[in-house]
């Protein structure tokens, strides 16, 4: 079955940097749409950034700061994140899209339930 493993996340100070890696196995085609997303104690899980195909998109907060890419080859997706902040303390989690139509991507791309595939989350701690 389908499998994400996310790694490399950590402890770091602000204006630090982290790259999360994400994984995948189990399938025989690389989703067109891959999105990592985040949940701070306390708070409703958001969406972070996402990626169809070699278009990506960006929650507001961390334009400019995070980088999406992904690796075909490796099935795997990162998430470069720089000049981090405490706001950024969260676990992270990426997942994997079955919407294979960039439109209905580009609608809304961090819309949970467009999600069919989660990792098990890596933990981001941001101290000040």
């Known amino acids: 079955q389908v499998q994400l493993v996310e790694s490399g996340g950590g402890s770091v100070q602000a204006g630090g940097s982290l790259r999360l890696s994400c994984a995948g196995s189990?399938?025989?085609?690389?989703?067109?749409?891959m999105g990592w997303f985040r949940q701070a104690p306390g708070k409703e899980r958001e969406g972070v950034a996402s990626?169809?195909?070699?278009?990506?998109t960006y929650t507001d907060s961390v334009k400019g700061r995070f980088t999406i890419s992904r690796d075909n080859a490796k099935n795997t997706v990162y998430l470069q994140m720089n000049s981090l902040e405490p706001e950024d303390t969260a676990m992270y989690y990426c997942a994997a899209s079955s919407v294979r139509n960039f439109v209905d991507w580009r609608s809304n791309p961090f819309l949970s339930y467009k999600y069919n595939y989660w990792g098990q989350g890596t933990q981001v701690t941001v101290s000040s």
């Open positions: 990626a169809y195909i070699s278009s990506t």
């Open positions: 189990g399938f025989t085609r690389s989703f067109d749409s």
